[in-house]
C-alpha cells in the first residue's frame, strides 16, 4: 500500500466514523483527486459543502473534478455558485482560481462586486488560511503565538484565534481518538503534527 493509499484510509476512517466532520471530508477529499479517483472526491466534497456551504475552496475543488470527469454543466454550476460564496467572504485566491476555470470552460469572467462603499466596515484585515474559516474578512489575529517554536510563529501568521480555538477544543480530540493517536511515540506525535498542517491550512 503506497503512503498516498494509507493517508485515503485513514481519512476515509474518519469520515465514516464522524459524518459530520467537514474537514475530514475535504481532506479525503483531496487525497481522492491526487489519487485520480475523481468521483469519489466528488462525494466526499458535495458532503463538505453541505456541511459548511461557505467553504469556498471546495466549490473550486468540485467544479475540477466535474470536469475531469467531462460533466461540465455540473462544474459551471458549482463554480458559479463558489465564485459568489468566495466574493462574499473575500475568498481572494479560490474566487480569482474558480473565475479563470469558468473562463477555461468558455464562459464569461464573473465580476467581483463593487468594493463596499465608504463607511461601511470592511473587515478587521487579517486573513486566516484555514480551509472553511467562518469568519471570512472578519477573522481575529491571536494575541500572540500558541508555542515559542516556528510553528507557533506560523500559526500567528495565518490562523485566526476562533480557528485555533476550534482545533484545540474540537478537532485535535477527534484526530487524536479516530486516527488512534499515541501521542507518546514519535509516529502518533509525526502524524498528529501533519493532520494539524493540513487542516489549518498550513502545508
Known sequence: MTQLQVRIAQFRKM???DPDNELGHFRLGQLLMDDLQYDEAVQAFRRTLEL???FSKVYQLLGTCYI???RRDEAVKVLKEGFAVADERGDNM???EIAKLLVQ???PAPTPKAKQ???DVTGSGFHCHRPGCEAGRFARQLPRPPMGDELGQRIYESVCADCWEF???NLSIKVINEMRLDLSTERG???YDQVMRETLGLD
Do not use: F, M, V, Y
Open 94 to 96: 479560490p474566487r480569482d
Open 15 to 17: 469520515a465514516n466514523d
Open 167 to 169: 482545533w484545540l477544543r
Open 117 to 119: 462603499a465608504a463607511g
Open 105 to 107: 470552460l468558455g464562459e
Open 189 to 191: 506525535q509525526e502524524i
Open 52 to 54: 459548511s456551504p461557505q
Open 68 to 70: 475531469k470527469l467531462n
